[in-house]
């Protein structure tokens, strides 16, 4: 008798018995002369995961008798990998087009207001796969939601935990200026990682030695600043528009409005402490300081690539603040490509390490996690899906792209430590992101080489694969895999 048998008055008896019921199979179990429980009883009348996990290891199949461990051990031939749960739907789960809530049988029609434009952006948010679950949190911030601060001759826009709570560990920045505007001189209590997405950016920096360091970085280079090492940045000509790159900071809280910015201290300092401070008492010399601080504005001249820094009796700083990722020779793989850059090689940048990956359409970043390290994501340009696996049977899918224009791109993404994922092209051009970690090395797990460094008897126990599947496997990591073998 199933509960769907039961008449209602039945049906609250048979709640108030389930406890009963429960030990009743269990001990029927435990002394192996009990028949099988029937799987649907199971299923349709036990809610609490923790009566289902005491299912899950101790009801037999119920097309047969039951087995033990010892007997299966024994077998030549395999239990199927569903003799204790049902097999997982085959539904193939794509993201839906259209912009309606419908997936197969679920779902209807929207009939109150909707914004069409977001709803295309997030198929997956609207009809989710069937596969979702849970309430794991939101970890897509576009930067086209964020406040812009425009200032003279640049703009700077922020992704922090004021907006995307789950990221605690970075924090990100996208900032532009025009030919000759500067970020001014400041520092700031965390690290500062920076990826150059157009033209070139004049940086320079003094570090705790009296080292100091200048440096052109192009777009697709890289630069670090240590915490509280005091910095500037500055677009150079070498594009008519100037520079636009993103900024990483090593904490989720960090604010771009909170930084240590020279005008703002020197306007918030006696002019008699300025003077002597200076060796300057009595002269008018500091007269024109500004009132608050410039934070971005028009230098008035443009600097250029053939600039040194000022010769300093204790020399450069020993390890350089830039790196030339865009000149590293990418590892091609089957389904893209992938530049890694960490203090193994940026040897300064400690804080920070950070994967350029190229996904092709319809390839895919494994299913893969990182042990101990957050992730936040910038997608630059193409078509992503993602989906988070939090543990606990939550998992929950993101797009990362906008349908009306394949290159329009830069969300922000985030995925916390160990857990799983996968970055999917959806798109018919190139997919290109950043993964970037709080970390001196870059770390990962791949799914697939997991498996395939694992006795095959017991991966195909878990998964009910087939020999040839398993020889399939791949021992070292596919990284970015073609979508079709
Ligand atoms: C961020 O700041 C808030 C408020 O000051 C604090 O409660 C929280 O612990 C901070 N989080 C991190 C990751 O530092
Ligand atoms: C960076 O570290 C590596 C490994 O320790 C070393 O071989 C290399 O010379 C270092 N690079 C610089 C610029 O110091
Ligand atoms: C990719 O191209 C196909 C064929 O032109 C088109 O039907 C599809 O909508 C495109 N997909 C995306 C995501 O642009």
Redesign the pocket.
């Known amino acids: 008798m199933s509960v769907d048998e039961l008449s209602p008055e039945s049906s609250i008896m048979h709640s108030a018995m389930l406890p009963f019921c429960v030990c009743a199979l269990l001990l029927a179990k435990l002394s192996g002369a009990a028949p099988a429980a029937s799987s649907s009883i199971v299923s349709s009348s036990v809610s609490s995961s923790a009566a289902s996990a005491v299912f899950a290891s101790s009801v037999s199949p119920s097309s047969g008798p039951a087995t033990t461990a010892s007997d299966a051990t024994q077998s030549s031939s395999f239990l199927p990998a569903t003799a204790t749960v049902e097999p997982v739907s085959s539904e193939s789960n794509v993201p839906i087009s259209g912009n309606e809530p419908i997936r197969g049988g679920l779902g209807a029609p929207i009939q109150g207001p909707t914004d069409d434009e977001m709803v295309l952006q997030n198929p997956d948010f609207l009809a989710p796969p069937t596969t979702d679950h849970g309430s794991f949190d939101n970890v897509k911030w576009p930067f086209s939601l964020s406040h812009n601060r425009l200032q003279t001759g640049g703009w700077a826009r922020q992704q922090n935990v004021g907006v995307m709570p789950i990221a605690t560990e970075m924090a990100g920045v996208n900032m532009r200026l025009v030919p000759g505007a500067v970020r001014e001189l400041h520092w700031h209590k965390t690290s500062e990682w920076a990826y150059v997405l157009k033209g070139t950016t004049q940086i320079s920096a003094v570090d705790q030695e009296g080292r100091n360091y200048l440096a052109s970085v192009k777009a697709g280079d890289l630069w670090y600043f240590p915490p509280g090492i005091p910095h500037s940045l500055q677009a150079t000509g070498d594009d008519p528009e100037g520079s636009e790159f993103l900024l990483v900071f090593d904490d989720g809280n960090f604010s771009e409005d909170e930084t240590f910015l020279l005008t703002d201290w020197l306007a918030h300092t006696p002019m008699e402490v300025i003077q002597r401070n200076f060796q300057a008492l009595g002269t008018d010399d500091w007269n024109s300081l500004p009132s608050e601080e410039l934070y971005i504005f028009p230098a008035g001249y443009v600097p250029s690539d053939s600039d040194t820094a000022p010769s300093s009796p204790q020399g450069q700083v020993p ?2 603040f830039s790196f030339a990722l865009s000149d590293m020779e990418a590892t091609q793989l089957s389904g893209g490509s992938v530049k890694i850059v960490d203090s ?1 090689i940026f ?1 300064i940048s400690t804080e920070t390490a950070v994967a350029e990956v190229t996904v092709q359409p319809g390839a895919i970043r494994e299913m893969h996690w990182h042990p101990t390290d957050d992730e936040w994501s910038f997608f630059i340009e193409g078509q992503a899906r993602v989906t988070v696996f939090a543990s606990q049977s939550n998992a929950r899918t993101f797009d990362y792209h906008c349908p009306f224009a394949a290159t329009h791109a830069g969300d922000v993404g985030y995925v916390p430590a160990a857990m799983g994922h996968y970055v999917e092209n959806i798109g018919n051009t190139t997919l290109k992101f950043l993964e970037i970690f709080k970390t001196d090395k870059f770390t990962d797990i791949s799914l697939n080489q997991w498996l395939a460094l694992t006795p095959p008897e017991l991966v195909k126990a878990h998964l009910g694969i087939s020999d040839e599947t398993v020889g399939r496997l791949s021992k070292t990591k596919p990284v970015v895999a073609a979508g079709s073998a």
Do not use: K, M
């Open positions: 390890l350089p193994t040897n």
